[in-house]
């Protein structure tokens, strides 16, 4: 049997997946469907497709975020295999089909992932936002479509619910998985990541993200990105810039009455607010020069670049502060070599 996990905050994007799985049942004779309600308030059920609900089972999670539902769903599940599904990815029409001959491995084959399409506007440049959710394409291990051993699961303690944000949670369980001794393989099946409609300030509340960053370099030191197969990122220049900006307004603050305390902190304020600007315009300008160069799309560039600084540093910061009670290297379920062996 093959179980399928979905998360679900119960979005339109839902309806059109459990479509797609229910044209394909007949590729997967034994499945479940495990959808995890994880909706905070009470809005009614979950409308699942005729043809599809003898196969799917609703369970109630507790809004604590996308770690704590996928486990939810999984400990709850039969199949050797545990595929996780997003609630906004639309499967190809073969997609069943290929997911038989992706999880038909043997050996230390511990998880398979699914290839993610992102589609773009034709006839533009795309928006920040829509080159933030393409980077999908090229992530590694991630949950919009990523199959698990429920064996290999079970013995690594599955996902790490001090992370409660769509987040670096997949990356992480990822590493756990290979550090215990599994190998994960990229497969052959296929799903589209249509880019969702968002707010404009959307990349101020990504920003949030930086914590659970915080907690990754707690528990696995200065490597966390190199071991997790993470790209590198802007915060040394965020601390930089916001630094800056802090020094410059504390300099113009403090300069007093007239005198060389004055002349001194003006031109330290001076000097600071050019490194802040310099900063900024550079962070902007990589923002701007790639995507469509709209009035709106260059205002929110500009307005954002110079707020998302100071809010990583700030959500860094409170990451910080409450990892720092976190033993170092303190992960979840029986992370060592050989384990599920």
């Known amino acids: 049997m093959i179980s399928l996990v979905v998360p679900t ?3 339109s994007s839902l309806a059109v997946l459990l479509g797609a799985l229910a044209d394909q049942l ?4 034994e499945v479940e469907v495990l959808l995890v309600d994880d909706r905070r308030d009470d809005t009614g059920e979950l409308a699942v497709p005729g043809v599809l609900a003898a196969y799917t089972k609703v369970l109630t999670g507790r809004g604590a975020g996308p770690a704590a539902a996928r486990n939810l769903g999984w400990r709850a599940a039969h199949g050797a295999w545990v595929v996780f599904l997003d609630d906004d990815v639309v499967p190809a029409p073969d997609w069943a089909r290929r997911l038989r001959a992706d999880l038909a491995t043997t050996g230390r084959v511990g998880g398979v992932q699914g290839v993610v399409e992102v589609p773009l506007p034709a006839g533009r440049r795309p928006t920040d936002w829509e080159r933030g959710t393409a980077g999908l394409a090229e992530g590694k291990w991630i949950t919009a479509d990523m199959a698990y051993r429920r064996s ?4 690594v303690g599955g996902f790490d619910e001090r992370f409660p944000r769509a987040y670096r949670e997949d990356a992480e369980l990822a590493h ?3 550090r215990a001794g599994w190998v994960l393989l990229p497969g052959r099946r296929r799903v589209t990541h249509p880019v969702r409609l ?9 920003q949030r993200g930086n914590a659970d960053d915080a907690l990754l370099r707690r528990l696995y030191g200065r490597s966390w990105r190199t071991d997790l197969g993470l790209p590198p990122g802007r915060r040394p220049r965020h601390v930089a810039v916001t630094a800056a900006g802090a020094v410059a307004l504390a300099a113009l603050a403090l300069r007093g009455p007239a005198g060389d305390r004055r002349r001194v902190l003006g031109v330290l304020s001076g000097l600071a607010a050019l490194g802040w600007a310099a900063g900024t315009a550079e962070f902007a300008r990589d923002r701007i020069a790639p995507g469509p160069r709209t009035t709106d799309e260059v205002t929110t560039m500009l307005v954002t670049s110079a707020l998302i600084p100071p809010l990583a540093v700030g959500h860094w910061v409170r990451g910080w502060w409450r990892a720092r009670a976190v033993p170092a290297g303190a992960l979840v379920g029986a992370d060592r070599p050989g384990a599920g062996r």
Request: glycine share 8%; charged share 30%; hydrophobic share 45%.
């Open 9 to 11: 905050l119960g979005r």
């Open 26 to 29: 007949g590729e997967l004779p």
């Open 152 to 155: 290999v699961l079970a013995a």
């Open 176 to 178: 756990r998985v290979r």
């Open 198 to 206: 968002e707010s404009r300030w959307v990349s101020l509340r990504t």
